[in-house]
């Protein structure tokens, strides 16, 4: 008998051992909790979703998850690999007891603990680049950005280090002042998409290797939104920026009887202190970007980089993503970049014209790249122009054009914008695509987000899906852009 329950112990522990094995997440070893990582399954699951992140932290190898983090900030699991486009929190705050009553429910900190390997900045402003060098000093994350905005980056890191932190009993918010790792996707003072008129193409695309070898990263240049005369070749609906009333609470007087809007989201406290050191309070640190360069100088702020992500394998997956969290008037080629000329200088009837022809030729090289990337399937893009009260949303419309994607999500709907504006330019966006002479037939599929509701709801593809299938012209565009 002895003997036997031995056996019996030993087959009901080959069993249950064998239970725990099977595979429930497209991982390269088994589920149990040998190795589990606590701190990061939360972290990653608060991002991605409980069901699509195992015990470990890991996120599901088999598919391409996106998780809108304010603006244009998105936390993205390619393939089990993680990383942030922007690093921005719009209105960070402390948390409050007992029940927790912000409107964005999470800070700089969940993005350290979820360890991304990369940021990606589409440009330097505060609105995009905040937080990025404090993120990437305590999880090693490699930032991706202009020449220009790698130089901020490293002034952040010697500011927070210098930073005397004294409400919070002098902790120093980075380790060192040791720069972190950023790499220049364009060189400093280029133009928009490298354009070289000495070269065929004039305009093309850098090849990044962060998530080789199963993943191409193509990037370049592009123009950041701004002004530009009134487009005639298209007539203009008005643009209502108007945010809801009711998140932070507002009466209404006309017309009678008034009505109140008790506030959904009562002021907290910040998570950046403020000016007054007097009124600083514990938990308080500042990991804003400064965005000034080694010289004092402010740089990089409106140096715009489109990303294309293209899934690469021998498993037939077609799925690619672009994001661009800015669109200007690369028609007229006005702008801050070199080779570009200002609203100004584009209105000056004694300005030199060949320069003017020079800067439209730059921005018509920006479409023709685009012509000749990859399709793309997914584009998360800004909806929100500086240049909206003369031609609404017609350049982030023009790119689109261009890129043909399948699926497109509005961005920058909380700031410039007015949170809870989305559904007005999303409105607004369909009118003047409408003016514009783009058949609907033609649009993407339209996903708006909603803030404060879409904030972190996993957006979820599987690049196997037959909806991104691509045509052997599709698939040899893929290859020579990815060589």
């Known amino acids: 008998m002895k003997y036997l329950n031995n056996g019996l112990r030993a087959f009901a522990c080959a069993l249950l051992c064998a239970m725990t094995a099977i595979p429930v997440y497209a991982h390269d070893d088994d589920d149990d909790d040998r190795g589990a990582n606590p701190a990061l399954m939360q972290a990653r699951q608060k991002l991605f979703g409980i069901e699509n992140v195992d015990r470990k932290g890991r996120v599901k190898k088999d598919k391409v998850i996106a998780s809108w983090a304010t603006n ?4 993205v699991s390619v393939r089990g690999r993680v990383i942030l486009l922007d690093s921005y929190i719009n209105t960070p705050q402390l948390p409050t007891t007992p ?3 912000r409107r964005v429910k999470f800070l700089p900190q969940d993005f350290v603990a ?3 390997e990369a940021i990606f900045l589409g440009h330097g402003h505060g609105d995009h680049a905040h937080h990025a060098a404090y993120i990437a000093k305590l999880t090693g994350a490699t930032i991706y950005a202009s020449a220009e905005t790698c130089d901020v980056m490293q002034q952040d890191v010697i500011r927070m280090f210098n930073d005397p932190n004294l409400h919070n009993g002098g902790a120093k918010i980075v380790p060192n002042a040791d720069p972190v790792k950023c790499v220049a996707v364009t060189p400093a003072n280029s133009r928009p998409g490298g354009y ?3 070269r065929f193409p004039p305009s093309q695309p850098t090849r990044l290797h962060q998530l080789d070898p199963n993943v191409c990263i193509l990037a370049f240049k592009f123009v950041h939104s701004g002004t530009a005369p009134v487009d005639a070749s298209f007539p203009h609906s008005p643009l209502f920026n108007l945010g809801d009333a009711r998140y932070n609470g507002r009466v209404i007087e006309t017309p009678l009887p008034a009505v109140t809007y008790p506030a959904m989201f009562p002021p907290g406290t910040p ?11 514990p938990g308080q640190i500042n990991t804003n970007t ?7 100088v402010a740089k990089g702020g409106a140096i715009v980089i489109f990303y294309q992500f293209v899934l690469r394998g ?3 997956d077609d799925f690619s993503f672009a994001w661009v969290n800015s669109a200007g008037p690369a028609k007229e080629g006005i702008g801050s970049d070199p080779g570009l000329v200002t609203l100004a200088q584009y209105n000056d009837p004694l300005f030199p014209a060949e320069t003017k022809a020079l ?3 730059i921005g018509a090289g920006l479409y023709d790249l685009i012509d000749r990337l990859p399709e793309t399937d997914v584009l998360f893009g800004s909806i929100v122009s500086l240049g909206a009260a003369n031609n609404q949303q017609r350049d982030i419309i023009t790119v689109i054009q261009h890129m043909k994607p399948k699926v497109y999500y509005p961005g920058h709907v909380t700031d410039v914008a007015q949170q809870g504006s989305a559904l007005y330019h999303s409105i607004n966006f369909r009118e003047t695509a409408y003016n514009m002479g783009f058949t609907q037939s033609e649009w993407p599929e339209i996903r708006t987000q909603i803030d404060p509701n879409d904030y972190l709801v996993p957006q979820v593809f599987d690049p196997s899906d037959k909806r991104w299938a691509k045509s052997d012209r599709g698939r040899n565009r893929h290859g020579s852009a990815c060589r």
């Open 72 to 75: 244009t900030t998105y936390a």
């Open 99 to 101: 029940i927790d009553l």
């Open 114 to 116: 979820a360890k991304p």
């Open 196 to 198: 070289d008129e000495n």
């Open 271 to 281: 998570y950046i202190p403020p000016n007054n050191v007097a009124n600083r309070v």
């Open 290 to 296: 400064g965005g000034v360069g080694t010289d004092g």
């Open 314 to 316: 021998d498993d037939g």
């Open 359 to 361: 800067a439209a030729k």
